[in-house]
C-alpha cells in the first residue's frame, strides 16, 4: 500500500460488526483463480495464506470493486448492517 493512501486511511473510522459482511459462496472456486480481489482491492482486505483466502473484512472501504472484479461471481456482497462499517466523515 502506498504511503499517501495509508496515511489517508488511518483518518476513517469503523465500527466492526461481529459478522462478515463479505462471504465467499463457494471458498473452494478461489483455489482455481487468478485473485484479483487481492490485487485491485484498495484496502487490502483480501490475502492468500494457508492455501485459503483471508478476507480482513473489518477493513473493507464498501467500494464494490472487489465485486466487480470477481472472475467467478463468488462473493456474496453486501453493506455492513447499519451502524456498523467505514465512517468518512473523518476522511
Ligand atoms: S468493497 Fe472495496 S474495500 Fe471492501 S473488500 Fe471489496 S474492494 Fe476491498
Ligand atoms: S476473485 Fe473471487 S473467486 Fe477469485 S479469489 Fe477473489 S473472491 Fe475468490
Known amino acids: 500500500m502506498n504511503e499517501g493512501l495509508a496515511d489517508r486511511l488511518f483518518l476513517l473510522k469503523y465500527a466492526i460488526d461481529d459478522d462478515s459482511h463479505l462471504v465467499l459462496r463457494d471458498p473452494t472456486k478461489c483455489a482455481d483463480c487468478q485473485r484479483p480481489c487481492i490485487n485491485r482491492c484498495p ?15 473489518e477493513n473493507c472501504l464498501e467500494c ?28
Open 43 to 57: 484496502a487490502e482486505v483480501y490475502s492468500w495464506e494457508e492455501d485459503k483466502l483471508q478476507i480482513a473484512y
Open 64 to 91: 464494490g470493486v472487489c465485486k466487480i472484479v470477481c472472475e467467478k461471481d463468488n462473493l456474496e456482497w453486501r453493506y455492513p448492517r447499519g451502524g456498523f462499517g467505514v465512517f468518512y466523515k473523518f476522511g
